[in-house]
């Protein structure tokens, strides 16, 4: 059977119709699936002894920022260099909900990894703090939306699977500040941004990047998806049910490719040392 992985998500609420839900990004999902694993979402908080029996592996993935006093510290109420609002959007449930996991699958000795957020949770968790914002409390314009080079750590797992240097996209506006209890910092930026965290001794890591989207195409998908085109016809009734029932069961109509068709990108080295935790056990 293949490693069940055990993914965190945002909590949203729609304001039309007044119902809160639960949101992931797809190429969380391709990743774990591409790597050998296959994923569940954790949805329920009061659930969390069961994920943590069931699953084999917990995924922290991106989101909201992580409540600052998580972390012992406040808000910064305004930007000191404007006089602004900093920007900030959190949530208090989705930080419980993150926090516990995080605590009971390393109560249960199981490996867990953080992706953006997620490798601040872990920071948090074992007693590390963050900077709030990097613009504003470190005067440094980190790329966001760009790539960027990071230096890792030598004999560190991060050197390991990437080497010496390497490119990673960036889309955070916090960063690690202390680290935390048993962790150790195994990659940089040219700034000094912490890029990667890595335990001394559990199977345990994150990155700020997004290794996810690693020779994806979810954006082509995207764009494919929204601008296709159907030849002008007479449509017949019968056709229009039954290519609505199609769809509805993820059923490939005639001429149109559904995701079900799409190859999942290989090789994503990030994600293989994380199911390799699992199937062999943490090395």
């Known amino acids: 059977m293949k490693p069940l ?29 591409a790597a050998g694993g296959v ?7 009061r659930l969390v002894q069961e994920y943590t029996e069931m699953a084999d592996a917990l995924l922290l993935t991106g ?14 109420d305004f930007d000191p260099n404007s006089g602004l609002p900093t920007p900030y959007v959190n949530s208090v449930t989705r930080d419980s909900m993150d926090i516990l996991l995080c605590q009971a699958f390393l109560k249960a000795g199981k490996p867990i990894m953080g992706i953006g ?25 980190h790329p966001k939306g760009v790539s960027h080079p990071i230096t890792t750590t030598e004999g560190s797992l991060m050197q390991r699977l990437l080497g010496a240097t390497s490119t990673v996209n960036s889309y955070h506006h916090q960063a690690i500040r202390t680290v935390g209890k ?22 345990v890591f994150g990155v700020q990047w997004h290794p996810e989207t690693f020779g ?68």
């Open 216 to 283: 994806t195409d979810d954006e082509a998908l995207r764009e494919r998806n929204l601008t296709v085109v159907e030849p002008v016809v007479i449509p017949d009734p019968a056709e229009v049910e039954r290519q609505a029932l199609a769809t509805m069961v993820k059923k490939a109509i005639p001429g149109c490719e559904t995701d079900a068709n799409v190859v999942l990108p290989v090789g994503n080295p990030i994600f293989e040392h994380f199911l390799n935790l699992v199937t062999k056990g943490a090395q």
């Open 117 to 141: 957020r997620g490798v601040q949770v872990i920071n948090v968790v074992f007693g590390g703090t963050l900077h709030q914002d990097i613009p504003i409390v470190l005067q440094v314009e």
């Open 39 to 45: 994923v569940i979402m954790a949805l329920d908080p």
């Open 63 to 76: 989101g909201v920022d992580v409540h600052p006093g998580r972390y012992n510290d406040i808000f910064m």
């Open 182 to 203: 048993g962790l150790v910092a195994t990659a940089t930026a040219p700034d000094g941004i912490i890029e990667a965290l890595e335990h001394e001794t559990l199977p």
């Open 5 to 33: 992985i055990l993914l965190t998500g945002e909590d949203e609420f729609d304001p039309k119709s007044h119902n809160p839900f639960h949101l992931i990004k797809r190429s969380y999902g391709n990743a774990v699936a």
